[in-house]
Nanobody
Framework: QVRLVESGGGLVQPGRTLRLSCAAS????????MAWFRQAPGKQRELVAS???????TYADSVKGRFTISRDNAKNTVYLQMDSLKPEDTAVYYC???????????????WGQGTQVTVSS
């Protein structure tokens, strides 16, 4: 099966930058859409950004112009560059992917374990 592992979270001051990474490993035939979600305490999980296998990107209005999603297909990795961070960006960030582990299997939805991002002075 496909396993997603995030890295790069931490504590950062407002206005600073963080870069999250999510590497897919395991049995992988093809990775389609990749995305980042986040969930703040007491709130629902929300889509932050997504990128298709043809590099079409979408962003939540709250992060447009500040965050950039990208992917390296050779490394099965998706990145989230987060600039000009705000306290309201504080959340657990989750990697998500639609992927097929085998040639004969259809795509399934996979999640990482999450990485904490805290923006505070």
């Amino acid at each position: 099966q496909v396993r997603l592992v995030e890295s790069g979270g931490g504590l950062v001051q407002p206005g600073r930058t963080l870069r999250l990474s999510c590497a897919a490993s395991g049995t992988i035939f093809s990775i389609y859409n990749m995305a980042w979600f986040r969930q703040a305490p007491g709130k629902q999980r929300e889509l932050v950004a997504s990128i298709t296998d043809s590099d079409t990107t979408t962003y939540a209005d709250s992060v447009k112009g500040r965050f950039t999603i990208s992917r390296d297909n050779a490394k099965n990795t998706v990145y989230l560059q987060m600039d000009s961070l705000k306290p309201e960006d504080t959340a657990v960030y989750y990697c998500n992917s639609m992927a097929a582990p085998h040639r004969w299997s259809g795509p399934s939805n996979y999640w990482g374990q999450g990485t904490q991002v805290t923006v505070s002075s």
